[in-house]
């Protein structure tokens, strides 16, 4: 997938093909005033107010306590890219919009919508990164309780996305019992593997700060004591020793040098049992751009830019794996989000 400019008659397409189409104008400017007004249209409750009937501007201003020019002019602005549909001065949800935005659906992103107003001004340091080097510590960047929320239900709303492939794919070893979920807050990828699995539990360890934050997100999927939080740094941690039957470190090691994971490799390592998995869920370095395609290029910036050490390629994760004296397996490169997957490793029985 890849944003750009899309021709909408042949006249444009032909305009395009010839170059004469200000590209970076229309992918920065329009780029960047879309974004900025489906996370305000989410954060004024547009979305979720048109769920289930179609309204006027008039009416959505009401309902939203806002200014009607300014609404207007926002729905006016939604509607022309798609995320409402206009007709005798009311307005209606789109598909794109009823499937992904409103707060009831079960592919909801709103969360994530809000959580960006923290994102935009992260990615206000880029220029500062790639002058000097230094990337942002965004944990210590999260001051305030909400900042937190907002990270924990931002992240739970993105969670489905590869959840799906994460269960359907990943091989746990026969009869597993207990699992170690490492840095996964928001606890769903455990809900999700512990439903498939009936005789399996999770143990959560992530932040503190996360946990205070991400527990009412996980008691509302009603799992009891299957899946549970502890509260400590993944850094230091006290892992056991023949414990687990699966470690799953889902989105973390982009925060860690390479040092500090191959580290934590050998302490999981120590922390499974014979046969069990250490399962590693992330984005995997590519080796050149067109590998790496737009998305898998700018995620790369992204997390270098918001993480201590950036993307890590899946040789790097062999190696960690390897050191720790484990088995890798072949890696899973998920289908419905390319450059995301699972490098996964066993330790011999």
Same mark, same amino acid.
């Given at each position: 997938?890849?944003?750009?400019?899309?021709?909408?008659? *042949?006249?444009?397409?032909?305009?395009?093909?010839?170059?004469?189409v200000?590209?970076p104008l229309?992918?920065?400017?329009?780029?960047?005033?879309?974004?900025?007004?489906?996370m305000?249209a989410?954060?004024?409750g547009?979305?979720d107010?048109?769920?289930?009937?179609?309204l006027?501007g008039a009416?959505i201003?009401?309902e939203? @306590?806002t200014?009607?020019?300014?609404?207007?002019?926002?729905?006016?602005?939604?509607?022309?890219?798609?995320?409402?549909?206009a007709s005798?001065? $009311?307005?209606?949800?789109?598909?794109? =919009?009823?499937?992904?935005?409103?707060t009831?659906?079960?592919?909801s992103?709103?969360?994530?919508?809000?959580?960006?107003?923290?994102?935009?001004d992260?990615?206000?340091?880029?220029?500062?990164?790639?002058?000097t080097?230094d990337p942002?510590?965004?944990?210590?960047?999260?001051?305030?309780?909400? @900042?937190?929320?907002?990270?924990?239900? $931002?992240?739970?709303?993105m /969670?489905?996305?590869?959840?799906?492939?994460l269960?359907?794919?990943l091989?746990?070893?026969?009869?597993?019992?207990?699992?170690?979920?490492i840095?996964g807050?928001?606890g769903?990828?455990?809900?999700?593997?512990?439903?498939?699995?009936?005789?399996?539990?999770?143990?959560?360890?992530?932040?503190?700060?996360?946990? /205070?934050q991400?527990a009412?997100? +996980?008691?509302?999927?009603?799992?009891?004591?299957?899946?549970?939080?502890?509260?400590? @740094?993944?850094?230091?941690?006290?892992?056991?020793e023949?414990?687990? @039957?699966?470690?799953?470190?889902?989105?973390?090691?982009h925060?860690?040098?390479?040092?500090?994971?191959?580290e934590?490799?050998?302490?999981?390592s120590?922390?499974?049992? *014979?046969g069990?998995?250490?399962?590693v869920?992330?984005?995997?370095?590519?080796?050149?751009?067109?590998?790496?395609?737009?998305?898998g290029?700018l +995620?790369?910036?992204?997390?270098?830019?918001?993480?201590?050490?950036?993307?890590? =390629?899946?040789?790097?994760?062999?190696?960690?794996?390897?050191?720790?004296?484990?088995? *890798?397996r072949?890696?899973?490169?998920?289908?419905?989000?390319?450059?995301f997957?699972?490098?996964?490793a066993v330790k011999?029985?």
């Amino acid at each position: 997938m890849k944003l750009g400019l899309v021709a909408q008659n *042949p006249i444009e397409a032909v305009i395009r093909r010839l170059n004469v189409v200000p590209a970076p104008l229309l992918e920065t400017q329009m780029a960047f005033t879309l974004a900025r007004l489906v996370m305000v249209a989410t954060k004024l409750g547009v979305f979720d107010l048109l769920a289930t009937r179609p309204l006027s501007g008039a009416q959505i201003a009401e309902e939203c @306590d806002t200014n009607r020019i300014g609404t207007e002019k926002l729905l006016f602005a939604l509607a022309g890219a798609g995320y409402l549909n206009a007709s005798d001065g $009311g307005y209606a949800l789109t598909p794109v =919009s009823r499937k992904w935005l409103v707060t009831a659906s079960s592919h909801s992103l709103a969360d994530k919508m809000l959580f960006q107003f923290l994102e935009w001004d992260w990615m206000v340091r880029a220029e500062d990164y790639v002058r000097t080097g230094d990337p942002l510590d965004v944990h210590a960047s999260l001051t305030a309780d909400a @900042d937190w929320k907002l990270y924990q239900r $931002g992240m739970r709303a993105m /969670a489905p996305a590869a959840a799906g492939e994460l269960v359907r794919r990943l091989k746990l070893p026969r009869g597993a019992r207990a699992m170690l979920d490492i840095g996964g807050s928001h606890g769903y990828y455990s809900v999700v593997l512990c439903r498939k699995h009936k005789g399996l539990r999770s143990v959560i360890l992530d932040l503190p700060e996360a946990v /205070a934050q991400a527990a009412p997100i +996980l008691a509302a999927e009603r799992m009891g004591d299957r899946v549970v939080h502890r509260a400590g @740094d993944a850094r230091t941690a006290d892992l056991s020793e023949n414990v687990y @039957d699966l470690v799953l470190v889902s989105g973390l090691v982009h925060h860690f040098s390479d040092e500090q994971n191959s580290e934590l490799a050998g302490r999981v390592s120590r922390a499974l049992r *014979p046969g069990g998995v250490l399962a590693v869920q992330d984005i995997f370095r590519p080796h050149t751009p067109k590998q790496a395609g737009q998305s898998g290029a700018l +995620l790369e910036f992204y997390f270098a830019l918001t993480s201590q050490s950036g993307t890590w =390629s899946i040789e790097d994760m062999t190696r960690w794996q390897r050191q720790a004296n484990l088995q *890798p397996r072949k890696p899973i490169r998920y289908r419905t989000l390319p450059g995301f997957g699972i490098q996964a490793a066993v330790k011999p029985r």
